[in-house]
Nanobody, 114 residues
């Protein structure tokens, strides 16, 4: 499975961005996808998860501001990020996993200026 993220960029505080993660290869029907992020000098942290059945979960720090979604027909995951804050600045990574497999994308930079 290959994962390619896109949609990162530079935005002012309070602005919005929409990230995409396109998956290709042997996707299968039962899996989960998630966004993680890693700020400079920080540990990688989980942001949000969505399963193939559409169940979602969010880190407390992004609840109410970020929305994760996916298009199973296109094997693509999205994350709409609203009301961005400078502390959201990080490289955002896409993760795909299922029983016995785990894959990561290369990441896309999100920078929020104050």
């Amino acid at each position: 499975v290959q994962l390619v993220e896109s949609g990162g960029g530079l935005v002012q505080a309070g602005g919005s961005l929409r990230l995409s993660c396109a998956a290709s290869g042997s996707i299968g029907s039962r899996n989960a996808m998630a966004w993680y992020r890693q700020g400079a000098g920080k540990e990688r942290e989980w942001v949000a998860t969505i399963t193939s059945s559409g169940t979602t979960d969010y880190a407390d720090s992004v609840k109410g501001r970020f929305t994760i979604s996916r298009d199973n027909a296109e094997n693509t995951m999205f994350m709409q990020m609203n009301n961005l804050k400078p502390e959201d600045t990080a490289v955002y990574y896409c993760r795909f996993w299922r029983l016995g497999d785990n894959y990561w994308g290369q990441g896309t930079q999100v920078t929020v200026s104050s």
